[in-house]
């Protein structure tokens, strides 16, 4: 049972220009999801999160939207370097204790 | 501040033998979680430890255990090995055991790589 998605396998955009990765949802108890970034032979790192009472949180060149109502989230990368290529997973806990994470959007900038 | 470190990177197995993962936590953290990432998957949570307790479990079967040491470090153990187990080995820690509304961020190693033939 997949509760986090992210549909899009893979992702390429110029230099400079926005990165818009996708995560959808089926659990509306949810209260907070996140996003990690991974490099090859790296663990994955923390890069932003948001609170399901915001609809918005932006940190630098990375801002996280969250529609509720359509169970949704993007992060979008603005703008989008080539240190941003990397494999990103949208994540969100539940039951206390573990994270369920999405299969991942593989982003390649290109300069 | 030492992130978290596992070993070994890599290693090949066969099918039905049984491996030991290691997993030292970030310097101030108490819990370990460990995930397991198959190829072009997320990481699927497999269980936490705290207190050298198991705290929590996915769904995996019991040839899955664990161990935490008064350290904080910790191992995986899974026994009779099957092809499926190929995968990635995460482990991550955190200071306490809720993740529940950001309580703790999960901080991740770089993994182990099983491949199982």
């Known amino acids: 049972d997949q509760q986090v998605k992210q549909n899009s396998p893979s992702l390429s955009v ?5 990165s818009i990765l996708n995560c959808d949802y089926t659990n509306s108890m949810f209260d907070y999801f996140l996003w990690y970034k991974k490099y090859p032979a790296e663990g994955p790192t923390f890069l932003i999160s948001i609170s399901s009472i915001k609809d918005k949180n932006e ?3 990375f801002t996280v939207f969250l529609n509720k109502s359509a169970k ?3 992060l979008h990368i603005v703008p989008s370097q080539p240190g941003d290529s990397a494999v990103y997973f949208c994540a969100a806990p539940h039951t206390g204790n573990q994270f369920y994470f999405g299969t991942g959007t593989s982003l390649t900038v290109i300069p | 501040e030492t992130g978290v470190t596992q070993s070994p990177t890599h290693l090949i197995k066969t099918r039905g033998q049984q491996v030991t993962l290691r997993c030292s936590s970030q310097s101030g953290h108490n ?7 198959a190829l072009g ?3 699927q949570f497999i269980f936490q430890y705290y207190r050298e307790e ?12 664990g161990l ?5 470090s910790s191992e995986l153990n899974v026994n009779a090995l099957e092809l499926d187990d190929s995968a990635l080995y995460l482990c991550a820690s955190s200071l306490g055991t809720s993740v529940h509304s950001g309580a703790n961020v999960l901080t991740f190693g770089a993994g182990s790589r ?3 033939l």
């Not at chain 1, 110029?14 to 926005?18: H, N, P």
């Not at chain 2, 819990?31 to 990432?37: E, F, L, M, R």
């Not at chain 2, 198991?54 to 255990?65: I, L």
């Open chain 1, 14 to 18: 110029q230099e400079g220009r926005i």
């Open chain 1, 59 to 61: 940190d630098g060149r």
């Open chain 1, 72 to 74: 949704h989230l993007s």
């Open chain 2, 31 to 37: 819990t370990v979680s460990w995930y397991q990432q």
């Open chain 2, 41 to 43: 998957q997320g990481p």
């Open chain 2, 54 to 65: 198991e705290n929590g479990r996915g769904n995996f079967p019991p040839r899955f255990s």
């Open chain 2, 68 to 72: 935490q040491f008064p350290n904080y």
């Open chain 2, 114 to 116: 099983l491949t199982v």
